[in-house]
């Protein structure tokens, strides 16, 4: 994935992200052995986001991350990973990027 588009899909990560007031920061790899991306939770007002650019569903993993983001914003770390806050937050996040 070239630089242009990684920048991109920062930016809407951040406009996606910013109703929480974190920083978020993404860390492209090149290769995640057992995953498309990973939502990393810091102590404090950071959060990361891993993504694997070389796979091919990057928008859907992208949206998928950023529901972490803000379903564990908005209702602590006591939810279950995919359960029915963070499908909200997918299908808002999806809504958002436009998938």
Known sequence: ?????????????ERVCAPTG??????WARHLPNAHGAYVP????????????????VPETIAHEC????AYHE??????????????????CKKSLDL
């Not at 588009?5 to 990560?13: F, L, S, T, V």
């Not at 993504?51 to 091919?56: C, K, M, S, V």
């Open 42 to 57: 810091w102590p404090g007002p950071e959060v990361w986001i891993v993504l694997d650019e070389n796979r091919g569903e």
């Open 22 to 27: 974190l920083r978020v920061f993404v860390v």
């Open 1 to 13: 994935m070239r630089a242009r588009e990684r920048r991109q899909w920062e930016r809407a990560i």
């Open 75 to 92: 209702h602590g770390p006591g939810i279950q990973a995919h359960g029915p806050e963070w499908r909200a937050w997918y299908r808002r």
């Open 67 to 70: 529901a972490h983001v803000l």
